[in-house]
């Protein structure tokens, strides 16, 4: 199979990351690639240093040591190469969509400001990738907090960029809203090739869509690797103390305070939600060798149903609730 080696478009070399005055190094001697088409979600601890390190690699403030290289080299402007999506507030919340997205055009026209045909082919591409095109005439205090950060990001991408930098993108929003961004970054990675790098919270969203993790946290460095390598190595209960929560199984631990024993028979998503049931009810799942005399089996006809056999008493249900109203009968 060809072995084609992916661009990169961002790294460093022996990177520290902080505050001079008072000093405070917050991540020292990173040695960080962002290559072209990769998802990279930034992960650590509040107050690890996250923000500080975006602002760093977009070029918002001056490394403690070490560098940072960008594709296009060192004589391309910065607007050129990377966009930045931070976290604070836009002032002029009374323009459209469609002018806070031309804004991403500013850094490359000349001094009369005018937008040229090429520029406003990148708009239209931009506001189609953000599919924000049913609101691009509406004032930005008019849109949901879902629908500025797509348009954020719509601005991002008519920068036309080899990299994109979000700091938070997902704060404040809901679950749906969440899961959208984070998917459009990721689809926005793969189908434009560009290096997009997310600083994030949301590890459960993260470890589902990110091609790579930045990991902050254990004595001021930063640990890369795959979502689920990292997982399979323990690295990110280590850095994030996760209490009551298995990130291996990626369920929470819960009390087996019934001392009840039920063999569970059956698979896929139903066998899930039974045994997440089962379990947050304080039940025991047997394992082959467990003796126990109830056993719930799962069948699949039209509907989900349950059997449950309780010695030489079986009956049929078709909701977990009736389950287990006669699981503690
Ligand atoms: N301008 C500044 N001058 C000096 N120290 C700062 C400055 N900005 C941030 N800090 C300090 O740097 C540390 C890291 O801040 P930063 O915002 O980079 O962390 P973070 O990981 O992004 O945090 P969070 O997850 O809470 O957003 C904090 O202790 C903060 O107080």
Redesign the pocket.
């Known amino acids: 199979m060809p072995h084609t080696t992916p661009t990169i478009a961002l790294q460093t070399h022996g990177l520290t990351t ?2 001079d005055n008072p000093v ?1 190094h ?1 991540l020292e001697n990173m040695s960080l690639t962002l290559h072209a088409g990769e998802l990279v979600c930034l992960m ?10 975006m602002r760093t690699l977009a070029g918002l403030q001056q490394p403690l040591a070490g560098s940072v290289t960008l594709a296009g080299g060192a004589g391309m402007p910065r607007e050129h190469q990377v966009a930045v999506v931070l976290t604070e507030k836009i002032a002029g919340m009374n323009m459209t969509v469609y002018e806070l997205v031309t804004f991403g055009r500013y850094p490359y026209l000349d001094w009369n400001m005018r937008l040229r045909e090429e520029d406003k082919k990148i708009i239209g591409q931009a506001i189609s990738q953000t599919r924000i095109h049913s609101f691009t005439h509406k004032k930005l205090y008019e849109l949901s907090d879902g629908q500025l950060q797509l348009v954020m990001i719509a601005r991002a991408l008519a920068q036309d960029t080899a990299m994109i930098l979000l700091d ?1 993108p997902t704060a404040h929003l809901d679950l749906n809203n969440r899961v959208e961004i984070m998917k459009l970054l990721q689809r926005l990675a793969r189908d434009t090739g560009k290096a997009i790098l997310v ?1 994030t ?1 949301e590890l459960d969203l993260a470890l589902q869509t990110a091609d790579i993790l930045w990991v ?1 946290g254990k004595d001021k460095t930063l640990v890369t690797g795959l979502p689920e390598d990292l997982v399979l190595q323990g690295t990110l209960d280590e850095i994030f103390q996760l209490k009551g929560f298995d990130l291996k199984t990626g369920q929470i631990y819960h009390t087996a305070f019934r001392n009840k024993t039920v063999a569970l028979h059956g698979d896929g998503y139903i066998y899930r939600w039974t045994r997440n049931a089962l379990e947050r009810n304080g039940y025991t799942i047997a394992t082959a060798s467990t003796p126990t005399d109830i056993t719930l089996s799962i069948e699949t006809t039209d509907h989900p149903a349950w059997r449950l056999q309780r010695g030489t008493e079986t009956k049929v249900y078709s909701s977990l609730k009736e389950v287990l109203q006669t699981l503690t009968l």
């Open positions: 902080g505050y405070l917050l650590g601890p509040n107050g690890v240093g996250k923000s500080t390190l938070e600083a919270h902050a």
